[in-house]
T-cell receptor
Framework: AQKITQTQPGMFVQEKEAVTLDCTYDTSDPSYGLFWYKQPSSGEMIFLIYQGSYDQQNATEGRYSLNFQKARKSANLVISASQLGDSAMYFCAMREGSGTGANNLFFGTGTRLTVIP | NAGVTQTPKFQVLKTGQSMTLQCAQDMNHEYMSWYRQDPGMGLRLIHYSVGAGITDQGEVPNGYNVSRSTTEDFPLRLLSAAPSQTSVYFC?????????????FGDGTRLSIL
């Protein structure tokens, strides 16, 4: 089974509007971390935001927030006030707390966000 | 503020050639890893290391070797390049292998095998 599922291959948003990128995850480990990365057309992978499985509050980093619904196993990324520079590929990823001992990072297949002027 | 540095950025090889992709980090991170990124498949783990002298296989290790003689460096070796290894390769590091530590990525190496 896929550990990370991103069901939106592509999304469009109007500049200055908010957008939600969906992510669901699958784990039986009680300790895990959820991460979002941005990959612009230049190709680098940029870490955006982290949510821990024991965190009571949703994580926020500037215009990025993570809508964490533990019971539903979802960790959606919300980008507020979209800017043209937000156009990129976005990846959701998870690290489990007690895997093989290495706690490797599992990635979804990504969502391509296009911001329309 | 170098972070994770990968060289080269681009490389073209012929089938059967060997080469080494270099990765270095200056953050004193214990955990380092190599991923490949193929269209529509996200990133897949090739090899990883939880500290100097310790390496292990990831999801797609065949055709690749790694070593970790220092904390800073984690080179990836292609033994005999095949067209199926055409991909973008990313090196990443994190403070340790805790589930709650983000991995920080290099800028990637775009590799084409002819």
């Amino acid at each position: 089974a896929q550990k990370i599922t991103q069901t939106q291959p592509g999304m469009f948003v109007q500049e200055k509007e908010a957008v939600t990128l969906d992510c669901t995850y699958d784990t039986s480990d009680p300790s895990y971390g959820l991460f979002w990365y941005k990959q612009p057309s230049s190709g680098e992978m940029i870490f955006l935001i982290y949510q821990g499985s024991y965190d009571q509050q949703n994580a926020t980093e500037g215009r990025y927030s993570l809508n964490f619904q533990k019971a539903r196993k979802s960790a959606n990324l919300v980008i507020s006030a979209s800017q043209l520079g937000d156009s990129a590929m976005y990846f959701c990823a998870m690290r489990e707390g007690s895997g093989t001992g290495a706690n490797n990072l599992f990635f979804g297949t990504g969502t391509r966000l296009t911001v329309i002027p | 503020n170098a972070g994770v540095t990968q060289t080269p950025k681009f490389q073209v090889l012929k089938t059967g050639q060997s080469m080494t992709l270099q990765c270095a980090q200056d953050m004193n991170h214990e955990y380092m890893s190599w991923y490949r990124q193929d269209p529509g498949m996200g990133l897949r783990l090739i090899h990883y290391s939880v500290g100097a002298g310790i390496t292990d296989q990831g999801e797609v290790p065949n055709g690749y070797n790694v070593s970790r003689s220092t904390t800073e460096d984690f080179p990836l070796r292609l033994l005999s390049a095949a067209p199926s290894q055409t991909s973008v390769y990313f090196c990443a590091s994190s403070y340790d292998f805790s589930a709650h530590q983000p991995q920080h990525f290099g800028d990637g190496t775009r590799l084409s095998i002819l």
